[in-house]
């Protein structure tokens, strides 16, 4: 029996589009407590020095969501016209795997909201490819605080706990995976989370180690459902409800999420051997995560003066994050790094951060968010950091 936190209320009742979120309410259930009426975000500037200073944690607020300019968009569209073959590949080898090794009763559990439409294009492969259809939550995971205990007190209500697998679109340095794991310890949930992209070599299930452009992580939440990150304050959420998140129907205009989802999957017939195939080699490797990543952030911590890793954000998909939500101080670039780059580029000159080619980066990208950030240090020359030229 799965051990959990008693709970002393009826679970609360999940949500579902197109009420809340933009995704067909077949395709996901949100885990989550609707706070769209809720005034939540605070400009970037704000958040950053209140999270650094240890004045709030950083799900206490949302950001205000980044609108981007036609140029931005148009980097997005073309990202997408260029990768969603490879991301199909990558969708249909982590379907099969799982199919492979957990069986035919899989329950998928999206990390909300960057999971959300990973979590998505499997379902649509295991319903393309073998006519199963797979049930689909979002739940929440917080760093620091781990993930939603009511959430999981659902899941074990309606499903085997084994069955569950949680979903995420990509890995940095692997912090949500060993949140995730630490979490589920004493459960009957299993800890190991599947992911497209795992350039960090921290989990066993992924489509590719490559650090290649997802390009959901491009956008926020009109890539998402229409839906912000997940926030967890206590005069907000009490203990028997789930964590909560925003829908933001008034970016409807803005909205692509269906659209790469359609486009996605539009490349499932044309990849299905070769997923299969990819699929059938991993079965036969040592996919024992090596963590290369984590010590490349613990390197480039030392190197560049600062003294909390969560501060160094790995891979592409990450480091679009520091773009588009955090004070960035720098990036690291991967030299000879292509066209996955041209919207981190295009960001930087947009924020006036500099670019730094380097060598031996095991990414093909790092975000550094401003150190000991506060609104009297800003940009390339803060003073409270030591630089690497210091």
């Not at 999420?257 to 990819?278: G, I, M, P, Q």
């Not at 998909?317 to 580029?345: F, I, K, N, Y």
Request: glycine share 8%; with cysteine; aromatic share 6%.
């Amino acid at each position: 029996m799965t051990t959990l936190p008693p709970s002393t209320a009826t679970t609360p009742r999940p949500l579902y589009g197109p009420e809340f979120s933009s995704y067909a309410a077949a395709d996901v259930t949100w885990l989550l407590t609707d706070l769209s009426d809720v005034p939540l975000e605070a400009p970037t500037e704000e958040r950053e020095e209140a999270v650094q200073s240890g004045g709030a944690h950083y799900a206490e607020s949302l950001p205000v969501e980044y609108q981007p300019s036609p140029e931005y968009q148009e980097l997005f569209h073309q990202a997408l016209r260029t990768s969603a073959r490879r991301i199909a590949l990558a969708v249909g080898t982590v379907a099969e795997t799982l199919l492979r090794e957990r069986g035919r009763g899989l329950v998928l559990a999206s990390l909300a909201r960057a999971g959300t439409p990973v979590g998505i294009l499997i379902r649509r492969w295991l319903a393309f490819a073998h006519e199963i259809d797979t049930p689909h939550y979002a739940v929440s995971i917080v760093r620091g605080r781990g993930i939603d205990q009511v959430a999981l007190r659902y899941l074990a209500a309606h499903h085997n706990a084994a069955d569950v697998v949680f979903v995420d679109g990509w890995t940095g340095k692997g912090a949500i995976t060993r949140e995730l794991a630490e979490a589920l310890v004493g459960t009957d949930f299993n800890p190991e989370l599947a992911v497209l992209a795992d350039p960090g070599g921290c989990v066993r299930t992924y489509g590719t180690r490559d650090d290649f452009l997802i390009p959901s992580a491009c956008l926020n939440s009109t890539v998402s459902g229409l839906i912000s990150r997940t926030v967890l304050r206590a005069d907000l959420i009490g203990p028997d409800d789930f964590h909560g998140a925003k829908h933001y129907a008034d970016l409807a205009g803005a909205d692509v999420s269906n659209s790469f989802l359609e486009t996605v999957a539009d490349h499932f017939e044309a990849v299905r051997e070769e997923a299969l195939a990819a699929a059938a080699r991993l079965a036969e490797e040592d996919r024992t995560p090596g963590w290369e990543g984590w010590a490349a952030v613990e390197r480039i911590s030392a190197e560049y003066g600062i003294d909390n890793v969560n501060l160094v954000k790995p891979g592409v998909g990450e480091t679009t994050r520091v773009m588009l939500r955090r004070v960035p101080w720098r990036v690291l670039a991967r030299r000879g790094a292509g066209a996955d780059l041209d919207h981190v580029r295009l960001l930087a000159a947009q924020r006036g951060v500099p670019v730094e080619e380097v060598d031996d980066l095991p990414y093909s990208c790092v975000g550094l968010i401003h150190p000991r950030y506060s609104r009297g240090a800003v940009g390339e020359a803060g003073t409270a950091v030591l630089t690497k030229e210091a």
